[in-house]
């Protein structure tokens, strides 16, 4: 078989990126929005380890950053979750229209 | 030591990724749709560790797979969603989100066709030995002032995340 | 085969380093095999000394003093029947106990029994056996979701926020350690748990008794940390049998119940090993340095053998106690031969070669030891914590204290 380069991480990484666009994109429940959000995180770090192994160490000093901001991102996307489902009853993102008249 | 089977462990890896982000969005479960998120995690992290990062990789299995995951399990059991589960999972536009992605796809698959050799043929030599002083120099070093920035959004995040879910301040 | 052998002593490394695979698959086998071994031994003896702190004899009757009673319990377990509940998620209930038992047993390939003696040295090890413990959380929160019925959830979530909350304080705890190994010219530490013993080594001290007594601080948050996160008492909370039954394992039986178990007990002594390798400097003997020289290298090396031979005498004293009874003659000749065996394996690690290779395994193993006998006096003296209380203890005590021993630990070492 062909040897692995660069590119073929990159194609694992868009493959990834697209499933998390549809995800964002088509579903309803908000806590299966936000993990797709974490796909595509997750996509970007691949892409950024990839990169490091042709251009330096860069590119995984940045993935770590993009780790603590998931962090950060899924703390509180995971509280406003828990204050709207306390108000409303629901997870559906297509419901939170309270700012909407 | 040289890595051995590195195709095969590739593909592997790369179809489980790929496979576990699959029943990500499809499944009408969440705690099944988060545990197909772990299985992908996990699969990137070794593919981190094929690209000579372990450091990345073992951050992501401790970051990732140990804490975010086990938050979004926590909230989804907090949250009861047996209602969710019975409803209809996709939303109005789902038509139009499907043809964004689809042009999206589009436009990366002319982006590797094109530029696919302008990459560099010579790999950057990283020593595998002392990845993590590496890190650590880079981090502490050129990207100190990001890195303060960094705890400064945690910190953030910490306060609005408690604001956020507590009943009662 | 001798080729292999060969290969084998020749080797002055972990075999995943030198990369022979023969040997590390070898080594895992070897490892694992170990583990549920002394899973098996540490579930006796924790009935024994569970009984003997509560001034009762404990299981005395399958085997002399209870000694083949794990087996039994094994061949009980697996024949049991395997209850599923109707309304459980039947894919993620059966998948818990498998991921608890990977997660506590993957840990395994970096410990350090040795300086050779480790399935492989990873050069982010430390970092590996924190997040690889971290994911029995997982398991956890899984089993107690998958059964579908209140106890088992209760269980999983307060399972779940104890071990979050006190991996924080085992993290900075672990990071104050890991500091100290970067004490030397070149001021470059490092997370590979062979380097971190062979740091100790360097500086001629274990990392307890570094800048006494931060390093001690340090310890003494990572041993109460290491208790709640392998949920034994006092902290069994998500287990608790007056409250929640059983916690998050109400629901399984038989097979799948003893996987659970098995997981914590290795998960027990793995983080032991954590404990041992980072502050009470892994392979190495007492005092390598104050009682350096040829004659006191000899004499440690003789531990292991008076060890076991130690045991053999205890068995034929217990041979000498029994009863003259014909019902206890199998009992007796069983014994007997059990201590032979013990004096055998004994008299064999007396010969030189063997001395030379077992004796870093040995002290580790002692050392580890020595942990999994706190477990069990933990056990039976302490009151289980209120959940409010072990919230404050993990988030007002430990990790205000982690955190103050990590910024002292930095200032001594730039002073020094």
Known sequence: MAPITTVHYLVVAAALFILGVIGVLTRRNVVIVLMSIELILNAVNLNLVAFSRLYGIHGQVFSIFVITDAAAEAAVGLGILIAFFRNKETVNVDEVDLMKW | MTPVATTFFFYFLSGLAVLGGILVITRRNPVHSALALILTLLAVAGLYLMLYAPFVAGVQIILYVGGIMVLFLFVIMLVNLDRAAKEDQFNKQWLVGMIAAAALLGLFMAVYLKGKYMFPIQEAQLPEQSNVQEVALSLYGNYLFAFEIASLLLLVAIIGAVVMAKKRI | ?416
């Open chain 3, 1 to 416: 085969m001798l080729d292999y052998i060969k290969s084998y002593l020749d080797m002055n490394a972990t075999p995943g380093q030198a990369g022979n695979f023969f040997w590390a698959t070898v080594y895992i086998f070897v490892v694992f095999g170990g583990v549920s071994v002394a899973v098996m031994a540490m579930n006796w003896l924790e009935r024994k000394a569970l009984a003997h702190f509560q001034i009762r004899l404990g299981p005395m009757r399958v085997g002399p003093h209870g000694l083949l009673q794990p087996i039994a319990d094994a061949l009980k377990l697996l024949t049991k029947e395997d209850i599923i509940p109707a309304q459980a998620d039947k894919f993620v209930f059966w998948i818990a106990p498998l991921i608890i038992l990977c997660a506590s047993f993957t840990v395994y390939i970096v410990i350090p029994f040795g300086p050779t003696h480790a399935i492989t040295d990873l050069n982010i090890g430390i970092l590996f056996m924190l997040g690889v413990s971290s994911l029995s959380v997982l398991g956890v929160v899984m089993a107690g979701w998958a059964s579908n019925s209140h106890y088992p959830l209760i269980g999983a979530l307060r399972s779940s926020a104890q071990m979050v909350s006190y991996e924080v304080a085992m993290g900075l705890a672990v990071v104050s350690a890991v500091l100290m190994t970067s004490l030397n010219k070149t001021g470059t530490g490092t997370l590979s748990m062979i380097g971190i013993v062979q740091a100790q080594q360097a500086q001629q001290t274990w990392f307890l008794f570094k800048f006494f007594p931060l390093g001690f601080i340090a310890f003494v948050v990572f041993a109460i940390a290491m208790v709640a996160e392998t949920n034994r008492a006092p902290f069994d909370l998500p287990e608790a049998e007056s409250e929640l039954t059983a916690g998050f394992h109400t629901e399984y039986s038989g097979l799948r119940w003893s996987l659970f178990m098995l997981g914590e007990y290795a998960a027990m002594i793995a983080v032991s090993s954590i404990a041992v390798t980072l502050w009470l400097g892994g392979w190495m003997r007492p005092f390598p340095h104050l009682l350096a020289g040829e004659t006191w290298d000899l004499v440690f090396s003789l531990f292991p053998g008076f060890t076991f031979l130690a045991l053999a005498v205890f068995c034929f004293i217990g041979v000498a106690r029994m009863p003259k009874h014909p019902y206890f003659r199998v009992q007796t000749i069983g014994l007997a031969g059990f201590g032979i065996v013990l004096g055998l394996i004994g008299l064999t690690l007396f010969a030189p070669p063997v001395r030379d290779r077992v004796f870093d395994i040995y002290w580790f193993c002692i050392k580890v030891a020595g942990f999994m006998y706190l477990y069990i006096w933990y056990r039976a003296t302490f009151p289980r914590y209120r959940f409010d209380q072990l919230m404050k203890v993990g988030w007002k005590v430990l990790l205000p204290i982690a955190v103050g021993v990590l910024i002292l630990t930095a200032i001594m070492g730039v002073i020094w």
